[in-house]
């Protein structure tokens, strides 16, 4: 509840506190997908079900920090001027659980219908994950050096730009390599989608960096 005694600034601490919840809970859904590879290169099929289950999981625990954060916002009304800003950034975090999820189902089917994947291509795809975990990382430093101003987090969006820029690099590698594969199409169609929104994570992190920039200079 807002109080009226409470100063935009501590208005604005309180959202942040609810915005370093949401990106830490995206953070574990990433974690969970990378592991989810991971087993389903080792072929255990019991510990791919878990992962997913996880994904699924911390997805709904992160709709519920953005609703949270929702419902704060709208209690603050106009005495928070950066609230759309914090909405926005709020919108590009949730995005990044839905792709996780997404990824999470598709390799779910690779593994609920059997379907050969070539050795080795389970393995860069991996390394591509963990491209883009390390890209979410430095996203969460950026979020949480909202509380010590413009110079920290024009610092921490920077190395989110170097990440993606690596992530990019990745994905062109992964791409080609799944188009060449004479894999089923089916596979390649997975394949592909999963390389696509793990690349569509890392341009989200640079964008929520944008935002966050933007909630630096305006708060």
Request: charged letters at 30%; proline letters at 1%.
């Amino acid at each position: 509840m807002t109080f009226p005694q409470e100063t935009s600034e501590q208005l604005r601490r309180r959202i942040l506190e609810i915005c370093q919840d949401h990106i830490r809970k995206v953070l574990d859904t990433l974690r969970e997908v990378c592991l989810l590879i991971s087993a389903y290169q080792t072929g255990d099929e019991n510990q791919v079900y878990q992962h997913h289950n996880n994904v699924v999981k911390f997805n709904e625990e992160s709709a519920a920090k953005k609703k949270a954060l929702m419902m704060e916002v709208a209690e603050v009304g106009a005495v928070l001027l950066s609230r759309d800003d914090f909405i926005r950034l709020s919108s590009e975090v949730s995005t990044i659980s839905d792709y996780c999820t997404g990824i999470s189902y598709r390799i779910m089917e690779l593994t609920k219908r059997r379907l050969p994947v070539k050795m080795g291509m389970m393995k860069e795809l991996g390394n591509l994950a963990e491209a883009v975990l390390d890209c979410v990382i430095r996203l969460r430093e950026t979020i949480l050096a909202l509380v010590y101003g413009g110079p920290k987090v024009f610092e921490a969006a920077e190395n989110v730009e170097s990440a993606e820029k690596i992530v990019d690099n990745i994905y062109r590698k992964v791409d080609l390599t799944i188009l060449s594969s004479k894999m089923k199409v089916s596979v390649i169609l997975l394949l592909r989608e999963v390389a696509e929104f793990l690349e569509g994570i890392a341009d989200v992190c640079e964008n929520a960096s944008d935002i966050a920039r933007i909630l630096a200079i305006t708060t």
